[in-house]
């Protein structure tokens, strides 16, 4: 388990990391990650438990009761740095229509949790996410989920290798997702 | 539905798919005959609500009807059940990357199909009819694909066959009053 001062840090990047990401410095954003980032969003599913007597369950050893998509499944976003820094660019082009006029975002993050600690520092850890999405006169979305990260030192400054996120909707009912998380 | 020429490629610009595609393409063409040079779709929908992308990603799309100027998208990514996992990966990475709802894509698409409902919903343009004109006297009937298709590569036929059909259905006073085969096509069958 990482140290007081170690958590600290840890808090204070993510932080930082939520307002570059409210402030639209994108480009300062994508150097938080390292070559090998794998950035990918589930997508999800409504499941019955194992247990409901709502439904027959002909084959159980193949039902699954988890939903949130598996890694062979079709996901919301299966990013690689190339594809995360395409993504940027595209919005310098001046035909990103749908950051055109951009979103007003506020990245809010709570439940801060180690999960452990590699034995060359590399830290995991879950963490909790609202956030708030504004756009045009009245537009407005919420995308309420739970993250976990996998963070590397690099000289001296922490940077993300793994983003697994999870969003607690099933059908998105925001129109797209042309925001960062 | 627009198509391109049968050598024109309108594949997702992944390595993995492009070389697929390429090593499959004699096979394909053996066993679709020359009705392979019939069409090569890029995108389409099968009236009502099923539709279809091939160009940049893989991907079928049911739009599920919720209730006035509501629409449940239902999308999906497919892929050879033969192909190599490589190549399902790239496919599906296509399609989370162009055409879902993160997609360099289609997140400017839904901006545009809900700025276009608001629009039509104003004063003016409720005083006119749309306007579905491009592309007109480009299509004809095709018999051997026993469709209507458009010499012209972007045009509105499609649109104007989707809502002839629409219009028959709905002003039809029952089921068993509707054409099995629409009177248009059966015209040229």
């Given at each position: 388990?990482?140290?007081?001062?170690?958590?600290?840090?840890?808090?204070?990047?993510?932080?930082?990391?939520?307002?570059?990401?409210?402030?639209?410095?994108?480009?300062?954003?994508?150097?938080?990650?390292?070559?090998?980032?794998?950035?990918?969003?589930a997508a999800r599913t409504n499941r019955?438990?194992?247990?409901?007597?709502?439904?027959?369950?002909?084959?159980?050893?193949?039902?699954?009761?988890?939903d949130p998509s598996?890694?062979?499944?079709?996901?919301?976003?299966?990013?690689?740095?190339?594809?995360?820094?395409?993504?940027?660019?595209?919005?310098?082009?001046?035909?990103?229509?749908?950051?055109?006029?951009?979103?007003?975002?506020?990245?809010?993050?709570?439940?801060?949790?180690?999960?452990?600690?590699?034995?060359?520092?590399?830290?995991?850890?879950?963490?909790?996410?609202?956030?708030?999405?504004?756009?045009?006169?009245?537009?407005?979305?919420?995308?309420?989920?739970?993250?976990?990260?996998?963070?590397?030192?690099?000289?001296?400054?922490?940077?993300?290798?793994?983003?697994?996120?999870i969003l607690d909707q099933n059908v998105l009912t925001?129109?797209?997702?042309?925001?960062?998380? | 539905?627009?198509?391109?020429?049968?050598?024109?490629?309108?594949?997702?610009?992944?390595?993995?798919?492009?070389?697929?595609?390429?090593?499959?393409?004699?096979?394909?063409?053996?066993?679709?005959?020359?009705?392979?040079?019939?069409?090569?779709?890029?995108?389409?929908?099968?009236?009502?609500?099923?539709?279809?992308?091939?160009?940049?990603?893989?991907?079928?799309?049911?739009?599920?009807?919720?209730?006035?100027?509501?629409?449940e998208?239902?999308?999906?990514?497919?892929?050879?059940?033969?192909?190599?996992?490589?190549?399902?990966?790239?496919?599906?990475?296509?399609?989370?990357?162009?055409?879902?709802?993160?997609?360099?894509?289609?997140?400017?698409?839904?901006?545009?199909?809900?700025?276009?409902?608001?629009?039509?919903?104003?004063?003016?343009?409720?005083?006119?009819?749309?306007?579905?004109?491009?592309?007109?006297?480009?299509?004809?009937?095709?018999?051997?694909?026993?469709?209507?298709?458009?010499?012209?590569?972007?045009?509105?036929?499609?649109?104007?066959?989707?809502?002839?059909?629409?219009?028959?259905?709905?002003?039809?006073?029952?089921?068993?009053?509707?054409?099995?085969?629409?009177?248009?096509?059966?015209?040229?069958?």
């Amino acid at each position: 388990m990482p140290d007081a001062e170690t958590i600290r840090s840890v808090e204070q990047f993510l932080y930082r990391e939520a307002r570059l990401l409210d402030e639209r410095r994108f480009h300062e954003w994508l150097g938080l990650f390292t070559a090998d980032i794998h950035y990918w969003m589930a997508a999800r599913t409504n499941r019955y438990p194992r247990s409901s007597k709502a439904i027959a369950i002909f084959d159980a050893d193949r039902y699954s009761e988890e939903d949130p998509s598996t890694a062979d499944e079709f996901a919301l976003f299966d990013e690689d740095i190339g594809t995360l820094r395409a993504r940027v660019a595209r919005l310098d082009t001046g035909m990103a229509w749908a950051e055109d006029p951009p979103s007003r975002t506020r990245h809010l993050l709570t439940n801060i949790e180690v999960v452990s600690e590699t034995e060359d520092g590399e830290l995991t850890l879950n963490c909790n996410f609202f956030v708030y999405r504004s756009r045009g006169e009245t537009e407005q979305d919420f995308y309420v989920g739970t993250r976990q990260d996998n963070l590397r030192r690099i000289d001296g400054e922490w940077k993300i290798a793994r983003r697994r996120m999870i969003l607690d909707q099933n059908v998105l009912t925001s129109k797209n997702l042309s925001i960062f998380f | 539905m627009i198509c391109v020429g049968p050598d024109d490629v309108g594949d997702p610009p992944m390595p993995e798919i492009e070389a697929y595609e390429k090593q499959i393409a004699a096979a394909v063409r053996q066993r679709l005959g020359p009705r392979a040079n019939l069409i090569n779709p890029i995108v389409g929908t099968v009236f009502p609500n099923f539709s279809l992308l091939r160009g940049t990603s893989r991907t079928f799309r049911v739009w599920q009807p919720r209730g006035p100027e509501k629409t449940e998208v239902r999308s999906f990514v497919f892929a050879d059940k033969t192909s190599p996992p490589e190549v399902k990966r790239a496919i599906r990475q296509a399609g989370v990357r162009g055409f879902s709802p993160s997609g360099s894509f289609e997140q400017d698409d839904m901006d545009n199909w809900q700025e276009c409902t608001q629009t039509c919903r104003g004063v003016v343009s409720r005083r006119m009819p749309i306007n579905n004109r491009m592309g007109l006297g480009h299509d004809r009937f095709d018999p051997d694909l026993g469709a209507w298709v458009s010499d012209y590569r972007f045009s509105e036929s499609n649109q104007r066959r989707f809502y002839q059909r629409w219009a028959e259905l709905i002003e039809a006073a029952d089921w068993g009053s509707v054409d099995r085969v629409p009177p248009l096509e059966a015209e040229h069958a």
